[in-house]
C-alpha cells in the first residue's frame, strides 16, 4: 500500500505562484511513477504532469512551460511548481502513484494509478 499526502494549495491572484507537494509512505520507491491531476467543479479529473520512473518529465499543454514536476526521492516527496497562474487553472488538485511497470492505460489516463492522496484546492483570481 502506498498514502499520498499533498500540501501546498490555496489562494493566489492571476500571474501567481504556488508550490505543491506530495508525500508518500508505504511501498514507494523510485521506481514508483508520480503524477499530478486536477479536477475543477463540474468538469473531469485531467492530467497534469508526471515524473516517471525513468526520470522522464510530461505535461499537459495547458500547463507546459509554467508548471515544472520534480521528485525527491530520497524524501518520498514530488513537487508541482506552478508559476503564472490563470483563473483556469483553478481546480482541485491530486497526486497520484503507479507501482512499477508500464502504465496500462498511458500516462494521461486516471485509470493508470494505483493511489491517489485526499486532494488539495487551489484557486486563482483574476
Known amino acids: 500500500q502506498v498514502q499520498l499526502v499533498e500540501s501546498g494549495g490555496g489562494s493566489v491572484q492571476a500571474g501567481g505562484s504556488l508550490r505543491l507537494s506530495c508525500a508518500a509512505s508505504?511501498?514507494?520507491?523510485?521506481?514508483?511513477?508520480m503524477a499530478w491531476f486536477r479536477q475543477a467543479p463540474g468538469k473531469e479529473r485531467e492530467f497534469v504532469s508526471i515524473?516517471?520512473?525513468?526520470?522522464?518529465?510530461l505535461y499537459s499543454d495547458s500547463v507546459k512551460g509554467r508548471f515544472t514536476i520534480s521528485r525527491d526521492n530520497a524524501k518520498n516527496t514530488v513537487y508541482l511548481e506552478m508559476n503564472s497562474l490563470k483563473p483556469e487553472d483553478t481546480a482541485v488538485y491530486y497526486c497520484?502513484?503507479?507501482?512499477?511497470?508500464?502504465?496500462?492505460?498511458?500516462?494521461?489516463?486516471?485509470?493508470?494509478?494505483?493511489?491517489w492522496g485526499q486532494g488539495t484546492q487551489v484557486t486563482v483570481s483574476s
Open positions: 497520484a502513484a503507479a507501482q512499477p511497470g508500464p502504465l496500462r492505460r498511458g500516462y494521461s489516463n486516471p485509470d493508470s494509478y494505483d493511489y
Open positions: 508505504g511501498r514507494t520507491s523510485s521506481s514508483t511513477n
Open positions: 515524473s516517471t520512473r525513468s526520470g522522464t518529465t
